[in-house]
């Protein structure tokens, strides 16, 4: 099958729909299938794929490229990669990576289109959680995001030395300010029961337009012995630090449409603690605990009950492994392929007399 993969952002650029893309592009590849990937993201690395990319395409290289593919796979709803495809009518998979709303969670006309239009012309659609499924296509099959498993592992070689870890761009939405204020209630209610330190500690691994307040944060909190920043660290560097922590803080103050993050750490053994907004908690599943969203006595309590409860650490541990083989690539990309093959072997669909279907069949409905 001839496969154009349509992807917004892409390698170089970092990020859960980039990573996936590159992910499933080298699945579809290595099942036989011949890939061309379209996208704005421009890249001075030089680095080799195993199947064709072409970035920024001018229009005429957008139309050839549709009229080459048997199939359309968009990775999130692309108009400006896309618009080719009301021409030709291919058989199209979309895929929902995020919320189609405004920042402020208002829908625009833009968002309107995304959602009765483009969706609606799509063979299949796939939602990445439950939570994108219910909120912006009810007939979507849920697929849940795969982890990088050759980036994040077990290292045995790594002591586990070190308490909580938060990962993520220091932005206001992913709640760092509500890591450190949970550290220091933690240190607050230990010095209250006469227990002297060393007290629990935090490391930030990131970087973002949020850094000097949080570090303005720390410092008012006195907070310096206890909160390390690392900056944004990646690949081994990244790897060995997650390994280094026992619990992976994911306090996102925004509904996280699903929450990679959590995978990563967690197969670094790192057990979850994050807010229940958005589909992060079905990436935290039953190997870790979720909190009321932005509240941070809820923070506190989970962390207090993690720390005093060895059993229940246990427990949540144990059901770490079974959690992740779910979430294996290959398992996820296993998953891909079938609603690709679906899609282009649909009725609705069938090559040379394509016709639009505004929803998958009810077969098709669900979690995948």
């Not at 939602?127 to 994040?152: G, H, L, M, Q, T």
């Not at 070190?162 to 939405?173: I, K, Q, T």
């Not at 990563?264 to 990436?283: H, N, Q, T």
């Not at 969203?293 to 989970?302: K, Q, T």
């Amino acid at each position: 099958m001839k496969i154009l993969f349509l992807s917004h952002y892409y390698y170089p650029q970092v990020g859960g729909i980039e990573s996936n893309s590159e992910l499933l592009a080298a699945a579809f590849t290595a099942a036989g299938h011949e890939v061309h990937l379209l996208t704005w993201s421009p890249d001075n690395t030089n680095r080799a794929f195993p199947y064709r990319i072409t970035r920024n395409p001018r229009t005429r290289q957008l139309l050839q490229a549709h009229q080459w593919a048997d199939l359309v796979f968009e990775n999130n709803p692309c108009f400006r990669l896309g618009w080719p495809g009301m021409l030709y009518k291919r058989p199209t998979v979309t895929v929902i990576n995020t919320w189609i709303t405004r920042a402020d969670g208002t829908t625009s006309l833009r968002d309107k289109i995304k959602i009765k239009g483009w969706l609606g012309r799509s063979t299949h659609v796939i939602a990445v959680s439950n939570a994108i499924r219910k909120a912006c296509w009810p007939a979507a099959v849920v697929i849940r995001n795969p982890y990088r498993a050759e980036d994040f592992a077990l290292d045995p070689s790594v002591q586990r030395d070190a308490d909580f870890v938060f990962l993520g761009r220091l932005v206001s939405d992913k709640g760092a300010n509500q890591a450190i204020e949970a550290i220091y209630r933690i240190r607050q209610i230990l010095q209250d029961k006469g227990i002297a330190g060393p007290y629990p500690c935090l490391t930030i691994i990131g970087d973002g337009p949020e850094k000097q307040n949080l570090e303005q944060q720390v410092a008012g909190l006195s907070l310096k012995d206890e909160v390390v920043f690392t900056g944004a660290l990646k690949g081994g560097p990244l790897r060995k630090m997650l390994n280094r922590h026992r619990y992976i803080l994911v306090p996102s103050a925004w509904e996280e449409p699903f929450g990679n993050v959590v995978l990563e750490g967690m197969a670094c053994g790192c057990l979850p603690i994050g807010s229940d907004g958005g589909g992060l908690p079905e990436a935290i599943g039953k190997a870790g605990l979720t909190f009321k969203r932005n509240d941070i006595d809820s923070l506190v309590n989970c962390i207090r009950r993690v720390m005093e409860d060895p059993a229940l650490d246990q427990f949540l541990r144990d059901a770490a492994p079974p959690h992740l083989e779910e979430h294996h690539p290959h398992k996820v990309a296993t998953k891909y392929l079938q609603a690709i093959e679906t899609a282009f072997n649909s009725k609705k669909h069938q090559y040379g007399n394509r016709t639009t279907s505004a929803r998958p069949t009810e077969a098709q409905q669900g979690t995948a």
